[in-house]
Nanobody, 112 residues
Framework: EVQLVESGGGLVQPGGSLRLSCVAS????????VRWLRQAPGKGLEWVSS????????LYADSVKGRFTITRDNVKNIVYLQMNNLKPEDTAVYYC?????RGQGTQVIVSS
């Protein structure tokens, strides 16, 4: 059974940083594409970033390119999202996803 558990969200001021973690079980993160999604208040689900299986290619939405970095730890089976220079428009619930599975999300609020 695939399970994804996100953590690391919180309240941060504009310009600040957070690192989100996605602990995966039921599959190995090195063998599958894993992505981060987010949903801002009153908006639909938005793709943020992906890390591919094997060679760890990374992809980013234009809105986060240069500020967010996706990585994974194959030993711990965790995928991370390092978020720097956060903006109020980054406020959302962030989800980790693999295939059709998604975690419960972690809330990120960027506000002064």
């Amino acid at each position: 059974e695939v399970q994804l558990v996100e953590s690391g969200g919180g309240l941060v001021q504009p310009g600040g940083s957070l690192r989100l973690s996605c602990v995966a079980s039921g599959f190995t993160v090195s063998g599958y594409n894993v992505r981060w999604l987010r949903q801002a208040p009153g908006k639909g689900l938005e793709w943020v970033s992906s890390i591919t299986s094997g060679a760890s290619g990374t992809l980013y939405a234009d809105s986060v390119k240069g500020r967010f970095t996706i990585t994974r730890d194959n030993v711990k089976n965790i995928v991370y999202l390092q978020m720097n220079n956060l903006k109020p428009e980054d406020t959302a619930v962030y989800y980790c996803s693999q295939g059709s599975e998604r975690g419960q999300g972690t809330q990120v609020i960027v506000s002064s």
